[in-house]
T-cell receptor, first 114, second 113 residues
Framework: KQEVTQIPAALSVPEGENLVLNCSFT??????LQWFRQDPGKGLTSLLL?????REQTSGRLNASLDKSSGRSTLYIAASQPGDSATYLC?????????????FGQGTILTVHP | DADVTQTPRNRITKTGKRIMLECSQT?????MYWYRQDPGLGLRLIYY???????NKGEISDGYSVSRQAQAKFSLSLESAIPNQTALYFC????????????FGPGTRLTVL
C-alpha cells in the first residue's frame, strides 16, 4: 500500500526566505506526483505536476523535483511571501492496475510572517 | 464561474438521515472523484468514475454510494449518516489521459450529529 509522508508538518519562516518542503513515498511505481495548495476553508489548487519520467517542474517562484527511485520529491519556494501561507499537499498517482488513484500526504502547514 | 462546483457547501444533519452531496463540472472531463478529508488522516479516496458507465470503489467506500448522472455530474450519497462521517468532502475531475492532473471543487463541510 502506498504511503506518502510530508516533512515538516509545520513551518514558520520570515518573509523573503527560501524554503523547501519534503515529500516521500513508499512505492516508486507511480505515474506522476502533484503538489497542491490548500487555503483554510477552501479547496485544493494544483501547483505543479511532475510526470514519473521528469525530474523537475517550475512555475514562477515554485520548483518541484522528483527522484522516483528514492521515493522523494521536494517543493522549493523562492523569496517567500505572506500570501504563500497555506497548507501544501503532495499526492502521488498510482500507475499500473491502480491507475487513477491519488494518495495524499498529510500536508505541511506553512506560515510566512512579515 | 468555478469549473468544479459542489452543493451544499455546508450541511448539518442527524444520525440516520440520508444525505446527498452533488458535484458538477464545466471542464468537460470524463473522470470524476470523491474524497474526504479528516484532520490527521489527510485526503482519502471514496469513489471514482472514469466515465458515465464506469464507477469504482476507493479505499473507504463503506457507508457511501455514488451516481454518475451525466458526464458533468457525480453525486455522493450517505444512506444513513453516522457521526464518524463528519468530514470535509471534495469532488475532483481530471481530463488528460496523459497527465491525469486533478482539479478540485471547493468542498462540502458535513457535520453529522
Amino acid at each position: 500500500k502506498q504511503e506518502v509522508t510530508q516533512i515538516p508538518a509545520a513551518l514558520s519562516v520570515p518573509e523573503g526566505e527560501n524554503l523547501v518542503l519534503n515529500c516521500s513515498f513508499t512505492d516508486s511505481a507511480i505515474y506522476n506526483l502533484q503538489w497542491f495548495r490548500q487555503d483554510p476553508g477552501k479547496g485544493l489548487t494544483s501547483l505543479l505536476l511532475i510526470q514519473s519520467s521528469q525530474r523537475e517542474q517550475t512555475s514562477g517562484r515554485l520548483n518541484a523535483s522528483l527522484d522516483k527511485s528514492s521515493g522523494r520529491s521536494t517543493l522549493y519556494i523562492a523569496a517567500s511571501q505572506p500570501g504563500d501561507s497555506a497548507t501544501y499537499l503532495c499526492a502521488v498517482l498510482a500507475g499500473g492496475t491502480s491507475y487513477g488513484k491519488l494518495t495524499f500526504g498529510q500536508g505541511t502547514i506553512l506560515t510566512v510572517h512579515p | 464561474d468555478a469549473d468544479v462546483t459542489q452543493t451544499p457547501r455546508n450541511r448539518i444533519t442527524k444520525t440516520g438521515k440520508r444525505i446527498m452531496l452533488e458535484c458538477s463540472q464545466t471542464k468537460g472531463h470524463d473522470r470524476m472523484y470523491w474524497y474526504r478529508q479528516d484532520p490527521g488522516l489527510g485526503l482519502r479516496l471514496i469513489y471514482y468514475s472514469f466515465d458515465v458507465k464506469d464507477i469504482n470503489k476507493g479505499e473507504i467506500s463503506d457507508g457511501y454510494s455514488v451516481s454518475r448522472q451525466a458526464q458533468a455530474k457525480f453525486s455522493l450519497s450517505l444512506e444513513s449518516a453516522i457521526p464518524n462521517q463528519t468530514a470535509l468532502y471534495f469532488c475532483a475531475t481530471s481530463g488528460s489521459l496523459v497527465s491525469n492532473e486533478q482539479f478540485f471543487g471547493p468542498g462540502t463541510r458535513l457535520t453529522v450529529l
